[in-house]
Structure formats: structure tokens, C-alpha cells
């Protein structure tokens, strides 16, 4: 079993549709919760993290965590063609301060006009 | 505000070569993190250094190691390059102060060709 889980793409999705993307993780001692988008050859950049149960709105991105399911969801309303790209689950397995992200292997989204 | 500088952008080795990759941080910055990404998949944790310290490794052998400087810039070694090696290797700077939520900024990286 990997440790970070997502749901398989590749994802296509309407213009102003709600895009939604989930992830899974194993260990139970995980603290935060983190998303990321990839844009093609570019790098990473953090979208939204969550580390208490229940939705984290930004926007139009909902984070949704919860901890007993060890599953987490992105929710992208209204979606545009700019969020077409790669949207990355990322675990926090550090202790403290000392953060060690483990992603997942990600999940391709496409927007289309 | 500068945000992470990763050198060089693209580079090509051959088998059993040494590269080396250097990263400066986000300004105020203090820890540097260096990940593996191979194409179509997410990120890996190489290791995290902080006070000039490796602080933290992944599931990675000997042959990467890696260094931090007095002005938290930091070098990726990788010995004996294998052709699995070839890869975009991003390079992340946080606060430590910032705790688990601190966002991790990723430079744009440094893509490794093997022959």
C-alpha cells in the first residue's frame, strides 16, 4: 500500500464545473495535510493545507480532512481552464518543525472551455 | 524578494559521473529540503538540512549527499549516476520557526538526463 494515495486521472471536467480530487494516506500519526499544483515543467506550488477535521475554504478551493477515514479532498469550484494541471497530495510525516512531505503520485485535471 | 534559485536548470551526465546542484533559499529562510521527482510521478524526500545539518533522510542511498553553507544556500551530490537517476530534483526552503504549517517553497528545479 503506498503512503499517499490519489484517485487516478486523468480528470476531465467542464468549464465551470466542481472538480473534485481525493487522496488517501496510511499513516495515522500524519499532522498536516497539504495540496499542491504543477503546472507542466514547472514546480510545485502550495494551493491550501488543513490539519484539523472538517473544510478549510479558500476562494474557490475547498480543503476537506478527516482523520478517522485518513482521507483528504480538494474541491475546485466554478473551474477554469487555468486550473488545467497536476494537483499533488502531500502528508507531513515530520515531527515538529522538521517537515518531511511524502506526495502522491498525483492527479492530472483538465478543464475544458 | 528573491524566491528559491536552483542552478543549473538542465544538465546531462553520463553513467558513473558526479553531478552537482546548488539551491539558495527564500529570503529569511533557514532549512533547505531536496526532493526527487521522476516523470509522471509526485515528489520524493531526498533529506532536509537545517543549521548546516542533515536533519532528516529518505529511503535514498549513500550516493546522494548534500551539504548546507553558513548562508543556508545548499549542494545536492549525487556519485556514481545511474540511469535511474534522471529526474527533476526541486529544491524547498522553509522557516523552521514556522512549525508543521510553514509553507514549503520549491525552486523550479534542476533537470538531471543520465545516458
Known amino acids: 500500500q503506498k503512503e499517499v494515495e490519489q484517485n487516478s486521472g486523468p480528470l476531465s471536467v467542464p468549464e465551470g464545473a466542481i472538480a473534485s480530487l481525493n487522496c488517501t494516506y496510511s499513516?495515522?500519526?500524519?499532522?498536516?495535510f497539504f495540496w499542491y499544483r504543477q503546472y507542466s515543467g514547472k514546480s510545485p506550488e502550495l494551493i491550501m493545507f488543513?490539519?484539523?477535521?472538517g473544510d478549510k475554504e479558500d476562494g474557490r478551493f475547498t480543503a476537506q480532512l478527516n482523520k478517522a477515514s485518513q482521507y483528504v479532498s480538494l474541491l475546485i469550484r466554478d473551474s477554469q481552464p487555468s486550473d488545467s494541471a497536476t494537483y499533488l497530495c502531500a502528508v507531513n510525516k515530520g515531527s515538529g518543525s522538521a517537515r518531511q512531505l511524502t506526495f502522491g503520485s498525483g492527479t492530472q485535471l483538465t478543464v475544458l472551455p | 524578494d528573491a524566491g528559491v534559485t536552483q542552478s543549473p536548470t538542465h544538465l546531462i551526465k553520463t553513467r558513473g559521473q558526479q553531478v552537482t546542484l546548488r539551491c539558495s533559499p527564500k529570503s529569511g529562510h533557514d532549512t533547505v529540503s531536496w526532493y526527487q521527482q521522476a516523470l509522471g510521478q509526485g515528489p520524493q524526500f531526498i533529506f532536509q538540512?537545517?543549521?548546516?545539518?542533515?536533519?532528516q533522510r529518505g529511503n535514498f542511498p549513500d550516493r546522494f549527499s548534500g551539504h548546507q553553507f553558513p548562508n543556508y544556500s545548499s549542494e545536492l551530490n549525487v556519485n556514481a549516476l545511474l540511469l535511474g537517476d534522471s529526474a527533476l530534483y526541486l529544491c524547498?526552503?522553509?522557516?523552521?520557526?514556522?512549525?508543521?504549517?510553514?509553507?514549503?517553497?520549491f525552486g523550479e528545479g534542476s533537470r538531471l538526463t543520465v545516458l
Open positions: 538540512y537545517y543549521e548546516e545539518e542533515e536533519r
Open positions: 524547498a526552503s522553509s522557516l523552521s520557526l514556522a512549525g508543521v504549517t510553514g509553507e514549503l517553497f
Open positions: 499513516d495515522r500519526g500524519s499532522q498536516s
Open positions: 488543513i490539519y484539523s477535521n
